[in-house]
């Protein structure tokens, strides 16, 4: 089983930063993407950004160029740099590790609980 565990959410004002962490770890298994979404009230949950283990990294429209996604593999850890933050951002925002055992190869994706995220105008 891998087990995700996110921190770093927070309350700031438009404009402001935060920084989102989240590892992953789960003996016998390999890290594959990671990545965020995010759910905000009343709406569906959708995907934030994704990083590859290679570094390949995936956006939604709506925060390029003041997001940035990264990870450190050697700690199965990413990371989401948020800048210049709207109210639009507020939302709780989930980790996805996806993940293959490293003998069956049997794959799957594990969740965080999530971690608030709240911008005020």
């Known amino acids: 089983q891998v087990q995700v565990v996110e921190s770093g959410g927070g309350s700031v004002q438009a404009g402001g930063s935060l920084r989102l962490s989240c590892a992953a770890s789960g003996i016998m298994f390999r890290i594959n993407d990671m990545g965020w979404h995010r759910q905000a009230p009343g709406k569906q949950r959708e995907l934030v950004a994704t990083i590859s283990t290679g570094g390949i990294t995936n956006y939604v429209d709506s925060v390029k160029g003041r997001f940035t996604i990264s990870r450190d593999n050697a700690k199965n850890t990413v990371y989401l740099q948020m800048n210049n933050l709207v109210p639009e951002d507020t939302a709780v925002y989930y980790c996805?590790?996806?993940?293959?055992?490293?003998?069956?190869?049997?794959?799957?994706?594990?969740w965080g609980q999530g971690t608030q995220v709240t911008v005020s105008s």
């Open positions: 996805n590790a996806a993940y293959s055992h490293r003998s069956s190869m049997r794959s799957g994706n594990s």
